[in-house]
C-alpha cells in the first residue's frame, strides 16, 4: 500500500558535475511514492537542469560561482555571483517554504545550504568523497546531519551529525540484465567479460594501457570498453572479443549485470555503484598530479575492507593490468562476500527516512 505524507516538501540541490545529480535523481522514486512534493535548485545553465527537467521536476536557477583556492581574476566577481545565489535561494526558501533541504554538493549548494539555515530549514548533505570537499566543508556547519559513503569520513565529521549512509543509488541500475546486455554488445558469454569505465569523458591514461593489453587479454577475457566521447578507436572495431562505445545511458544496467570484472577509476559515485551491485573491480584512481586525492584515498578505502584490487596509475602498465584482472576475476568470490556484508551498499532508504524524519512526515 503507498504511504502518502500530505503537504511535505522537499527541496534537492547539488550540481556541477553528474555526480552531484544522479544520487538526487535516485531519491525520487522513493520521495514521489512518499507523496512529497519536490523542487530543485541549481545553476542557470548547468548541467545538472537539463537532467532534473528531464524528470519532471520543477528546477529554479540561480547564479553562482566557484570557490578557488588559486589566484584568479574570477576570484574578485565570483563572491558577488555566489552572494546573488544566496539572495535568490533565501527567495525561494520563502516562496516555496519547504519542510526539509537535501544537499548533494557543489558550489551551487552553498548558497542553498546558507539560505536554509537563514530560513530555519532543516538540512541534510551527502559527502561521497573520504574527505569532504571545500562546497560541503563550507556547507557542513549549517547542516542538521551529513551522510556518507565511507567509515573514515565518520572521524572528520561532526559526532552529532554524521550518518554512515552509502550512496544513493539509481533503482534501474539494480535491474539489468546480463542475456541483454550481451545481445546489445554481441558477445558470446562464454568467456568472463571485463568491462572499463572512464566516465562520460573517458581516460586517456587507461584507455591506453587496456588496448595495450588486448592481446594478452583477449585470449582469456572478453572486453567491453567504454572510452569516452571522441576516444574510439576505428582500427580496433573488428577486434573480436572487444567493443567500444563512447558512452552508455540506457543500456548500463544491462553491460554492468553481463561484466564480471570491472576495471574503473575511483570517483565515489562510480564506485559506490559497483559495491551496491557486488561487482569484483580493479580500480585505477586518478593521480594526485591531477586532482585534490580524493580517488586515491576512495580506492584505499575499498581496498582495505576487501571491495577492490587497487593500481595507481603510476604503476598501471599492460602486465599490472593482466595480471591485477587476473586476480580479482579468480578471487571473485571474496570480493563478492566482503561487499555483500558492507552496511553502506545502498544509501537510498537511510536518506529518505532522514528527510521523512526532518520533515516531520514521520510524525
Given at each position: 500500500m503507498k504511504n502518502t505524507y500530505f503537504s511535505k516538501k522537499v527541496l534537492l540541490t547539488g550540481g556541477g558535475t553528474a555526480g552531484h545529480v544522479t544520487p538526487n535523481i535516485a531519491l525520487l522514486p522513493g520521495l514521489r511514492q512518499a507523496g512529497f512534493e519536490i523542487r530543485y535548485v541549481g545553476s542557470y545553465s548547468g548541467m545538472e537542469r537539463g537532467l532534473i527537467e528531464k524528470e519532471g521536476i520543477p528546477y529554479y536557477g540561480i547564479s553562482t560561482g566557484k570557490f578557488r583556492r588559486y589566484l584568479s581574476l574570477k576570484n574578485?566577481?565570483?563572491?558577488?555571483?555566489?552572494?546573488?545565489?544566496?539572495?535568490?535561494?533565501?527567495?525561494?526558501?520563502?516562496?516555496?517554504?519547504?519542510?526539509?533541504?537535501?544537499s548533494?554538493?557543489?558550489?551551487?549548494?552553498?548558497?542553498?545550504?546558507?539560505?536554509a539555515k537563514k530560513c530555519h530549514v532543516p538540512v541534510i548533505i551527502?559527502?561521497?568523497?573520504?574527505?569532504?570537499?571545500?562546497?560541503?566543508?563550507?556547507s557542513i556547519p549549517s547542516a542538521t546531519k551529513v551522510c556518507c559513503n565511507?567509515?573514515?569520513?565518520?572521524?572528520?565529521?561532526?559526532?552529532?551529525?554524521?550518518?554512515?549512509?552509502?550512496?544513493?543509488?539509481?533503482?534501474?541500475?539494480?535491474?539489468?540484465?546480463?542475456?541483454?546486455?550481451?545481445?546489445f554488445t554481441g558477445l558470446s558469454g562464454q568467456r568472463p567479460i571485463l568491462m572499463m569505465m572512464g566516465g562520460s569523458t573517458g581516460s586517456r591514461a587507461v584507455n591506453q594501457v587496456l588496448r595495450q593489453a588486448?592481446?594478452?587479454?583477449?585470449?582469456?577475457?572478453?572486453?567491453?570498453?567504454?572510452?569516452?566521447?571522441?576516444?574510439?578507436?576505428p582500427l580496433l572495431e573488428r577486434q573480436t572479443g572487444y567493443v567500444q562505445y563512447e558512452y552508455i545511458s540506457r543500456e548500463l544496467k544491462d553491460l554492468m549485470a553481463a561484466a564480471d570484472v570491472i576495471l574503473s577509476r575511483a570517483g565515489a559515485n562510480s564506485i559506490c555503484e559497483l559495491l551496491a551491485l557486488k561487482k569484483p573491480n580493479v580500480l585505477v584512481p586518478l593521480s594526485a598530479a591531477v586532482s585534490r586525492g580524493d580517488q586515491i584515498l576512495n580506492a584505499?578505502?575499498?581496498?582495505?575492507?576487501?571491495?577492490?584490487?587497487?593500481?595507481?596509475?603510476?604503476?598501471?602498465t599492460p602486465e599490472s593490468l593482466l595480471e591485477g584482472v587476473t586476480q580479482v576475476y579468480e578471487r571473485r568470490a571474496d570480493y563478492i562476500n566482503a561487499m555483500s556484508k558492507s552496511k553502506?551498499?545502498?544509501?537510498?532508504?537511510?536518506?529518505?527516512?532522514?528527510?521523512?524524519?526532518?520533515?516531520?512526515?514521520?510524525?
Open positions: 574578485l566577481s565570483d563572491p558577488f555571483r555566489v552572494l546573488k545565489g544566496y539572495s535568490e535561494a533565501v527567495k525561494i526558501m520563502k516562496d516555496y517554504k519547504p519542510d526539509v533541504v537535501f548533494k554538493g557543489g558550489f551551487v549548494s552553498v548558497p542553498v545550504v546558507f539560505a551527502h559527502e561521497s568523497d573520504m574527505t569532504p570537499g571545500l562546497a560541503n566543508r563550507l565511507f567509515p573514515e569520513t565518520l572521524e572528520k565529521l561532526p559526532a552529532d551529525k554524521a550518518v554512515l549512509s552509502g550512496s544513493p543509488i539509481r533503482k534501474e541500475l539494480m535491474e539489468g540484465s546480463r542475456q541483454a546486455g550481451l545481445v588486448l592481446p594478452s587479454l583477449l585470449p582469456h577475457f572478453d572486453v567491453i570498453h567504454l572510452c569516452g566521447k571522441g576516444n574510439l578507436d584505499a578505502s575499498f581496498e582495505r575492507q576487501g571491495f577492490s584490487l587497487v593500481i595507481q596509475e603510476e604503476a598501471l553502506q551498499s545502498n544509501g537510498v532508504e537511510i536518506v529518505l527516512n532522514l528527510i521523512k524524519e526532518l520533515s516531520g512526515a514521520l510524525q
